[in-house]
């Protein structure tokens, strides 16, 4: 053998000793040669140099002292050297191994390919099939088949061993109880959940192990519904559920098995539920179905009704997950957030029977279905008790059906017609059958909103329905629905609305709805007032008179429009179930309430007192049972008429016009006449006694006058009674007053009254002719002196309220004017009450009339003209007398006939004489002397002289009185009197008439009113005989 | 002292190397009393610089011995010494090692073998046709 290599030697990290000796020695040389150089310096002290100098030589000392060492060592170093070749080469070797090693392996690796076949076209067809190639066997031998024989006894020997065993098992499983043992096995089966078979390795009665041989589910999926049917597992699940089966057995027995199996079927149920559910909710249910499948906790969660919009933590779910109790499938309900409990639905109830032909199991629809029939049961109930707890006597407007299966809450909108809602089962929204668009409208307000507000938005749907129903019945009986009424809550509440059905009276103004209509013809501001609620089915009426200010709206005056029996039988129904006939009679009544409003109002603001009462008012009855206004009333109104409901008025007479000769109340009836759109007024009153006079044109004791076309009164003298009617055509009288023709007719009634009891109850006058306007009356002697007093129209020119004619031969027309300020002025006086309407009264001056007449009144008037009827008449002589002279003295002058000579002087006539009237109460006869004067101086001159005589009319009292007053007679100058007024007034020449003598005053005299006509006469005659005669 | 130990041949260049050290390190105890009691007269100065000479003398001796180059001083002697420990531990210490290492590679070459022989009778168990081969690679490295 060759000698092996040298081993390769190693240089590196290997230094020469030589070098580190010469190294280090040079650089001790180095040192010391620089110590040397810097001893030189002075800069340090000889103690520091020393001391540099000495470490410096320990420090090169010691180092050397470490190369002696070296030196010392450096013996061995070739041997070290030699031992280092020989390390390094043999971690050369180490790595080569290492190497080999590796290279094996890989070579291991590379040949795995010369495993495989060769390609051939078998085998890649068999790959192009089936996906893998059957490698062909590995040499195994064939098995010699058993023998029948054989199995049969083995079979036996186990069934003997293992009914052995489970005879000998102490406890087992309830639902293992029931077991067969065969073919050489233990066949377990667990009703609805699965079959097992266990076996054991051999026929060891002790100790062998249990092992599961087959398992099956005993349901399966058809359908969309489990069905009892036996579902083998895939090889790859059966291999598993073997093991850990069989892990199970070996650890806990039976029990362990039992629990394992139970469990994996339930969970394959539920899984199978989970599919159930995929199925729904591509199908019927696809929306308004969820569910969360958890198969590591073993649960499914259905969320019905999932469209239906509810705050997360109300969601309404079904849970189906293992009962931990009885570790069985079951269902827990959670309604709207809340777990229910006491449903009553059991989860067997779908879990099939035995009896079943199609071994239906579990039929989650049903379930479902029948969970949201009841939820909408319950949703019904509490819609249902929510209306209850709101208003009082519910039952009336709602009801529950639940007629067909299906629950719904049914309104009673009216008599005939019906609401009915009810949820959808699939989707949990509430509908309404036959819906309208309201309903519509009003159902996905409800579905979109909490169900809390769900009985509330119903009631308002009621009323809205309501609503629109009067509404439309309303318009189709020609109301017309104003919208723009709007009653602020103040208004509202002065309509007394009575809300004592709804138990939360906050809830008010939401379910109650004021509406507001008017007919064409109507006035503005008249309206009928609907007031409908959803929570009762009483409907209220009014008629009211609204007005806006500032868009303020508010009443005026409202009165309630009660339908009952015993109010307007006609609109008995109205109440509750109106229809179209009790809306139209609505519009006749409404009218009449509003016109009797603005009757009653406008008697008011004349002063009236007045109380209304209803023609069907029992005091009503009464009244006119016992007066005999009972025979005026006309056709068709009598009290007790169920019909009528026309208003009567009381009105006190003492507050309106103070009728005198009338005792007791006025009545005015007014009745609707609702074809001809009129209404008519009447007014009774009762009369204390007879005028004193016929009426013109009065056929017997009946007096009829009509005073237009619309107005009229009958006076009747025999039975007392009067009676004005008055016909208004209410369309045409909207602005102007209803009652004004009836007062005008009253008025005068009133002022033809008072008149009458002023004359009649004078003996010294006669009542000639009486009318309604005029009353005509004689005070003197004859008719000639006479006088009518004519009421006036409102509208004479003067604003007089009261004329007079008188006929022309009548002595007082000389004072006519005076007369005319004389009535005015006595008009003023109280006791003639004055009507309102006439209130202007005569502006005229009283200056000459100084309180003679006042309180007198018409009274004073009357008693002037009796007072001052003689001096008219001998005024009247003595003017006629003037005339007759000028006649005389015109024909002389023209005709120069002689034989009835006036005096004259040249011409002129000796006397000429002239009444003037002052005033009323002062008069004064002139009497112009022309003769020749007497005078010396102015003799043969002729002169005219006046003597004047002054009638004034004198009141002893206050006033005039026929007893009281007198007239005095004077003269301002007596000089040329004739002797008879100057003894007149001397009272030496006595004057008597009738028995009344002149009292002489000295510059005048009185005398009383009967004498003033003989005594002005001779007085007269006097003075023409003494100035008017040729004496 | 260091030189304690009497050096065994100062015939050989190592030896004579080691005694140079002897002597120097005994001259530098020499010149650093001198140092220390240095007292400046002219004969102080003289003697050290007399020793001073000779210090640098025998370094110059020193780093002229080139007969020193075949003793190789491993690296990791050199540390041991300036850590002043001692060398002959690490002496001791790697001839364990190269020892052990030595062993261990014995110990592979002979699994080896038997897996030559192993691997090879499989082989021509398998692949008659290579039983020569098989036979060339035994022989060759057994």
Sequence with gaps: ?1031 | MTTDTPIEDKTTSLGRAQDELANLIETLIHLGVQVHDFTGTNEAKAGLANNINKVIGQLQEISTSHDLKEYSIPMEVLNYVEDGRNPDVYTREFVEVVRKVNQFLNGKAVGFGRFRDVLGDKIIQEFPELTDSVHDIKTRTS
């Design chain 1, 1 to 1031: 053998m060759d000698n092996p290599p040298e081993l390769p030697h190693v240089e590196v990290n290997v230094t020469p000793l030589s070098d580190i000796l010469a190294r280090y020695s040079q650089h001790s040389f180095q040192e010391l040669q620089t110590l040397i150089h810097t001893l030189q310096s002075k800069a340090k002290n000889d103690n520091a140099k020393k001391k540099a100098f000495l470490d410096l030589l320990v420090g090169i000392r010691q180092n050397f002292v470490r190369l002696y060492v070296l030196c010392k060592w450096a013996r061995a170093s070739k041997d070290i050297g030699k031992l280092i070749d020989v390390f390094v080469w043999l971690r050369g070797q180490n790595q080569k191994y290492a190497d080999s090693i590796f290279e094996l392996s890989t070579i291991k690796s590379s040949l795995m390919s010369a495993k495989l076949p060769d390609p051939d076209l078998t085998t890649a067809i068999e790959v192009l099939m089936t996906g893998r190639p059957q490698l062909p066997t590995h040499g195994l031998l064939s098995k010699k088949p058993l023998s029948p024989y054989l199995i049969l006894k083995t079979l036996r020997n186990l069934n003997v061993s293992l009914s052995t065993r489970m005879a000998l098992e102490d406890d087992l499983p309830p639902a293992f109880q029931n077991y067969k043992v065969e073919d050489g096995r233990v066949v377990f089966h667990v009703h609805k959940s699965f079959q097992a078979s266990i076996a054991i390795a051999d026929d060891s009665v002790d100790d062998s192990p249990f092992f599961l041989v087959d398992f099956e589910f005993s349901f399966a999926l058809k359908d969309g519904s489990l069905i009892q049917a036996s579902t083998p597992l895939p090889a790859v699940t059966h291999s598993k559920i073997e093991k850990l089966a069989n892990a199970a057995l070996a650890k806990e027995g039976l029990f362990g098995l039992y629990d394992l199996l139970h469990r994996f079927a339930t969970t394959f149920k539920l899984y199978l539920l989970h599919r159930q559910l995929v199925a729904m909710r591509i199908g019927l249910w696809k929306g308004n179905l969820s569910h969360t499948y958890n198969a590591e906790k073993c649960f499914v969660v259905i969320k019905y009704w999932a469209k239906k919009p509810s705050s997360s933590k109300q969601k309404s779910t079904i849970e189906i997950g293992i009962n931990k109790q009885t570790n069985d499938l079951s269902f827990r309900w959670v309604k709207d957030g809340k777990l229910i409990t006491d449903h009553g639905i059991s989860f067997d109830e779908f879990d099939g029977d035995e009896d079943n032909d199609d071994g239906e199991m579990i039929n989650l629809e049903r379930l479902i279905r029948r969970i949201t029939k009841r939820h909408s049961e319950l949703n019904i109930q509490q819609i249902y008790d929510d209306i209850a707890d709101r208003i009082e006597d519910a039952e009336k407007l709602v009801s529950i059906n639940r007629e067909g299966g299906n629950c719904s809450i049914v309104f009673n909108l009216n008599a005939t017609k019906t609401a009915t809602y009810s949820l959808d089962a699939l989707s949990g929204k509430g509908y309404f059958h036959d819906p309208t668009p309201l309903m519509t409208d009003t159902a996905n307000s409800i579905n979109s909103g909490e169900f809390s507000e769900s009985s509330l938005k119903l009631l308002k749907f009621r009323l809205e329905s309501q609503i629109q129903e009067l509404g439309s019945m309303l318009s189709a009986t020609g109301w017309i629905n104003v919208d723009v009424v709007k009653l602020p809550s103040a208004e509202v509440s002065k309509l007394n609305i009575s809300y004592a059905e709804l138990k939360e009276p906050h809830l008010f103004s939401q379910l109650y709805s004021i509406r507001f209509f008017r007919r064409r013809e109507w006035t503005a501001g008249w309206f009928l007032c609907v007031g409908i609620s959803g929570f009762s089915r009483q409907v209220n009426w009014w008629c009211a008179r609204i007005k806006s200010n500032l868009g303020q709206w508010s009443i005026n005056w409202t009165e309630s429009i009660k339908c009952g029996q015993n109010q307007h039988a006609s609109l008995y129904r109205l109440e509750q179930d109106y229809d179209y006939s009790s809306l139209v009679e609505l519009s006749r009544i409404s009218a009449a309430k509003l016109l009797c409003h603005l009757i009653e109002e406008e008697l008011i603001d004349k002063g009236a007192k007045i109380v209304t009462l209803d023609f069907r008012h029992p005091n009503v009855d009464k009244f006119f049972n016992n007066s005999k206004l009972k025979s005026y009333l006309p056709e068709g109104l009598q009290p007790k008429n169920e019909d009528d409901n026309s208003p009567v008025m009381f009105i006190d007479n003492n507050t309106l016009s103070q009728v005198p000769n009338c005792w007791g109340d006025l009545v005015l009836l007014v009745k609707m006449s609702s074809e001809t759109r009129t209404m008519e007024m009447i007014l009774l009153g009762e009369l204390k006694q007879r005028f004193y006079a016929p009426f013109s044109g009065a056929s017997g004791d009946v007096f009829k006058q009509d005073f237009s076309e619309n107005t009229s009164i009958e006076v009747n003298q025999k039975e007392l009674v009067f009676s004005i009617k008055s016909k208004v055509c209410v369309e045409n009288n909207r602005s102007l007053s209803l009652t004004a023709d009836l007062l005008t007719v009253l008025n005068k009634l009133t002022a033809l009254i008072t008149l009458l009891k002023l004359v009649g109850n004078d003996q010294t006058i006669k009542l000639l002719d009486i009318s309604l306007s005029e009353v005509t009356f004689q005070y003197g002697k004859d008719a000639s002196e006479s006088i009518s007093l004519i009421l006036a129209n409102k509208n004479a020119e003067d604003g007089s309220r009261m004329l007079f004619d008188m006929p022309n031969s009548n002595p007082h027309q000389f004072a006519r004017d005076y007369l005319r300020i004389l009535l005015a002025e006595s008009l003023k006086v109280p006791q003639f009450v004055v009507p309102r309407v006439y209130g202007s009264s005569s502006a005229m001056s009283m200056a000459n009339m100084p309180g003679i007449i006042s309180p007198g009144g018409l009274n004073g008037f009357i008693t002037y003209l009796k007072l001052t009827l003689p001096l008219s008449r001998a005024i009247q002589e003595i003017t006629s007398k003037k005339a007759e002279f000028l006649k005389l003295f015109a024909k002389k002058a023209s005709l120069t006939d002689d034989s009835t000579p006036p005096i004259t002087i040249n011409g002129i006539p000796c006397l000429m004489h002239d009444v003037f009237c002052y005033g009323s109460s002062r008069f004064r006869l002139e009497y112009i002397i022309t003769r020749k004067s007497e005078d010396q101086k102015k003799s043969g001159k002729i002169e005219r002289v006046k003597v004047a005589v002054d009638v004034d009319l004198r009141n002893r009292g206050s006033f005039l009185d026929a007893n009281k007053s007198l007239f005095y007679v004077s003269s301002p100058d007596t000089t040329h009197a004739p002797t008879f007024l100057k003894e007149l007034f001397a009272g030496t020449e006595k004057f008597e008439h009738d028995g009344k003598s002149v009292v002489a005053l000295q510059k005048g005299a009185a005398v009383a009113y009967q004498s003033i006509h003989p005594l002005l006469l001779k007085i007269h005659d006097a003075f023409y005989e003494k100035y008017g005669t040729d004496s």
